[in-house]
């Protein structure tokens, strides 16, 4: 279990100038399948997702951030009534927006839409390897307290 760490201060991280966040309520129908299929595929050729089959639900939220109208960054997430929670599905930023403060202010979002639906926590996981988004997620204030194990037939 790794040890809870006080999140960085929000000033601490300065995303880049002129982003937008945007709340999505439902992707089903919207352009933002595409873009959340090209980060599945990047993370997949990175070694960086454990399945080939990404987790685009139709039903799923996002939050969004936006530099000129183009999407450089999403949080998908499931909306769990009954365990009072957000479940992460993809969490991506294209690579030249990395190291921005693209990913902070996404988090940011999620954590205030959160607390406004009134939910308990917010669960995600990331491939073991990804060892970039486990040291974003500790610096976020996030916990690493599970393994998932899996067996391939």
Same mark, same amino acid.
């Given at each position: ?13 300065? !995303? ?20 959340? !299929? ?5 993370? #997949?050729? !990175? ?18 951030? /936006? ?35 693209? /990913? %902070? =202010? &996404? ?7 959160? %607390?406004? #639906?009134? &939910? %308990? ?15 974003? =997620? ?10 998932? &194990?899996?067996?391939?037939?």
């Amino acid at each position: 279990m790794t040890e809870h760490k006080e999140p960085m201060p929000l000033d601490a991280v300065r !995303a880049p100038t002129g982003m937008e966040i945007e709340h999505v309520d439902h992707m089903g129908g919207t352009s933002l399948i595409g873009f959340v !299929a090209e980060g599945w595929v990047d993370l #997949l050729r !990175a070694g960086l997702v454990a399945d080939t089959v990404p987790l685009i639900y139709w039903d799923d939220r996002a939050v969004v951030a /936006y530099d000129a109208g183009r999407p450089i960054g999403i949080i998908t997430y499931a909306k769990a009534d009954w365990l009072q929670c957000a479940n992460i599905h993809l969490g991506y930023v294209v690579p030249e927006h990395r190291g921005h403060g693209v /990913y %902070r =202010a &996404l988090w940011e979002a999620l954590v205030a839409k959160c %607390r406004e #639906l009134k &939910l %308990r926590e917010i669960n995600g996981s990331t491939h073991v390897d990804n060892t970039a988004m486990r040291s974003v =997620a500790a610096r976020l204030g996030r916990v690493e307290h599970s393994i998932n &194990l899996v067996f391939k037939l």
